[in-house]
């Protein structure tokens, strides 16, 4: 069965941080392009950060440039984002997925997904 959990959300004041962290099992990992989506209430989902398997590149929205980063542990199965300088436009519910192959970071192409978890910016 294939699982991807999320955890690390929460609520932190503006500029400060968090790490999110999605454990998978049931696939093999290693092989699939893997993201980090977000979505806030009224607005279409989003990619936020994405690893690309072909060649290990990554991707990041214009607007978490230089304050997040993607990361994976093949061995866990594992990917992370770490969430620096949150602003309260960076609320959303935010989402790890993962897609075999080769894929860009558009939510259309991501078939396995987690279910969630809530992070909230205050000002």
């Known amino acids: 069965e294939v699982q991807l959990a999320e955890s690390g959300g929460g609520l932190v004041q503006a500029g400060g941080s968090l790490r999110l962290s999605c454990a998978t099992s049931?696939?093999?990992?290693?092989?699939?392009?893997i993201g980090w989506f977000r979505q806030a209430p009224g607005k279409e989902r989003e990619g936020v950060s994405c690893?690309?398997?072909?060649?290990?590149?990554?991707y990041y929205a214009d607007s978490v440039k230089g304050r997040f980063t993607i990361s994976s542990d093949n061995a866990k199965s594992t990917m992370y984002l770490q969430m620096n300088d949150l602003q309260p436009e960076d609320t959303a519910t935010y989402y790890c997925a993962a897609v075999i192959g080769i894929a860009w970071c558009d939510p259309l192409e991501y078939d396995k997904w987690g279910q969630g978890t809530q992070v909230t910016v205050s000002s």
């Open positions: 690893i690309m398997r072909s060649d290990g590149s990554t």
């Open positions: 049931g696939f093999s990992f290693a092989d699939y392009a």
